[in-house]
C-alpha cells in the first residue's frame, strides 16, 4: 500500500512540476521563491531578440530591445523579493532646476515617452523614466500584491535614492491612474501633476463593466498578437489613424509574446488588469492638493472591460469629452486642454501640438505655484 501511495506521490509531484513549467499552475509557482528566482535568472540569461516568422522575440524583461537613452537599475526589496526597476535618467545641457517624472501605461513603456523625453530635456528638465515593476524592462514577480499604492511606493523609493525630493509627476494612461494616487501619498513632493489622457476618470465596475477572474485576464492575454495589437491601437490610440512610427511600439509589446518568458508576461499583465479594475482613483480628485494638468485627447474610447460589457453599459463608457470636463470640475486648481482631433496618444500622435500645449501648461504652473 505504502509502494502504490509513493508512486501516486511522485507522479502527482511530475504533474505539478509540468504544470509551472508551462505556466499554467500559478498558485504553486508564486508561493515557490526557488522557482521565482529561477525565473528571474532565466530571463536575465536572455540577451538579445531573436527573430521568428511572425516577427522579434524579446526576453520578458524586454531583452533585445533597445531604448532611446541609457537604461539604469534600480535594486530593492519589495514583498519580501529582491526586484530591478529599469529606468531613464537624462540629465539637461542647461537646466532649469526641475525634475520630470514619466509614468507610462498599460501597453506602453518608458521607451514610448521618447518624443516627451527630448522636449522636456531640451527646456532644461532633468527627465526620469521608470518602468513599473510587472512592466517592461523592469521585473516580473511571480507573485506580487498589485497597488497602485505599491507602484508608488516603488517609484518614490527611487526618487530617493536618486536624492530627488521635489518632481513634476507626468502620468499617461494608467500611468496617470498612478500619477494621481503618488501625488495623493506625497503631496509635498509633487510640485505639479499632468494627466495625459488617464484612464479610471470612471469607475467600470460601478458603471455595470462585470468582473472577469485573474486566469481569464492571464487567458485573454496569453493570445496576444501583434495584429489584434495594431488594430486596438489603431481604433483607440490614434483615432482611427496609422502611421509606420508607431510600429516600433507594437512590436516592443508582441516580442514580449512571442519570446521565451511570455507566461509570465501575460500573468503580470492579468494581475494588473485586475489593479485597474479593481482599484479606482476617481473618488479621490477632490484630496489632490497640486495643481493639475489635464492634456486629453477627445476621441480617445478607452475604457477596461469595455469589449466584455453588456451593449447597454458598452455605449455609455469611454466618453472623454465628458469625463475630461468632470475630471477639471472635480480636481481643485485644475487645468484642462482638449484635442478634438486625437486620440488616447496625444503626445505621439501629434507630438508638437501635445509638446506645445505641456510646456506652455509646465510653464502656467510653475507661475501659480
Known amino acids: 500500500m ?93 537646466p532649469n532646476g526641475r525634475v520630470a517624472v514619466l509614468l507610462h501605461g498599460k501597453n506602453f513603456c518608458g521607451a514610448t515617452w521618447d518624443a516627451t523625453i527630448r522636449e522636456l530635456h531640451a527646456a532644461g528638465y532633468r527627465v526620469i523614466a521608470p518602468d513599473q515593476i510587472g512592466f517592461c524592462k523592469s521585473s516580473k514577480p511571480a507573485a506580487y500584491q498589485f497597488s497602485f499604492q505599491q507602484l508608488a511606493r516603488n517609484t518614490h523609493a527611487l526618487l530617493a535614492a536618486l536624492g530627488v525630493h521635489d518632481a513634476t509627476i507626468i502620468g499617461h494612461s494608467t500611468g496617470g491612474m498612478l500619477a494621481v494616487r503618488y501625488a495623493l501619498m506625497y503631496p509635498r513632493e509633487t510640485g505639479q501633476l499632468v494627466l495625459v489622457n488617464p484612464i479610471g476618470l470612471e469607475d467600470w465596475k460601478a458603471k455595470g463593466v462585470p468582473s472577469i477572474s485573474v486566469d481569464d485576464w492571464y487567458a485573454r492575454e496569453l493570445k496576444t498578437s501583434a495584429d489584434g495589437i495594431r488594430r486596438y491601437e489603431q481604433a483607440t490610440y490614434y483615432a482611427g489613424q496609422w502611421r509606420p512610427a508607431y510600429e516600433p511600439w507594437v512590436q516592443m509589446l508582441a516580442g514580449m509574446y512571442r519570446g521565451p518568458g511570455k507566461t509570465q508576461v501575460a500573468w503580470d499583465s492579468a494581475l494588473l488588469y485586475d489593479m485597474i479594475y479593481t482599484q479606482p482613483v476617481i473618488y479621490e480628485f477632490g484630496q489632490l492638493q497640486v495643481p493639475t494638468l489635464l492634456l486629453i485627447g477627445d476621441k480617445d474610447t478607452t475604457a477596461i472591460g469595455k469589449d466584455f460589457a453588456p451593449p447597454e453599459v458598452r455605449a455609455q463608457l469611454g466618453h472623454y469629452p465628458a469625463l475630461a470636463k468632470a475630471a477639471q470640475r472635480a480636481i481643485p486648481h485644475a487645468t484642462l486642454v482638449e484635442f478634438p482631433d486625437l486620440g488616447h496618444a496625444p503626445q505621439m500622435q501629434d507630438p508638437q501640438a501635445f509638446h506645445a500645449a505641456l510646456l506652455q501648461g509646465l510653464d502656467a504652473l510653475n507661475a501659480s505655484h
Open 2 to 94: 505504502r509502494a502504490v501511495l509513493n508512486r501516486t506521490l511522485v507522479r502527482f509531484a511530475a504533474c505539478i512540476a509540468a504544470l509551472v513549467a508551462a505556466g499554467l499552475c500559478h498558485g504553486a509557482h508564486a508561493a515557490d521563491p526557488a522557482a521565482s528566482a529561477a525565473a528571474s535568472s532565466d530571463a536575465s540569461a536572455f540577451q538579445g531578440a531573436t527573430q521568428t516568422p511572425d516577427g522579434p522575440a524579446y526576453g520578458p524583461e524586454l531583452q533585445g530591445f533597445e531604448y532611446p537613452h541609457p537604461v539604469h537599475e534600480f535594486t530593492f526589496v519589495s514583498q519580501g523579493q529582491t526586484l530591478r526597476m529599469a529606468y531613464m535618467d537624462v540629465q539637461p545641457e542647461q
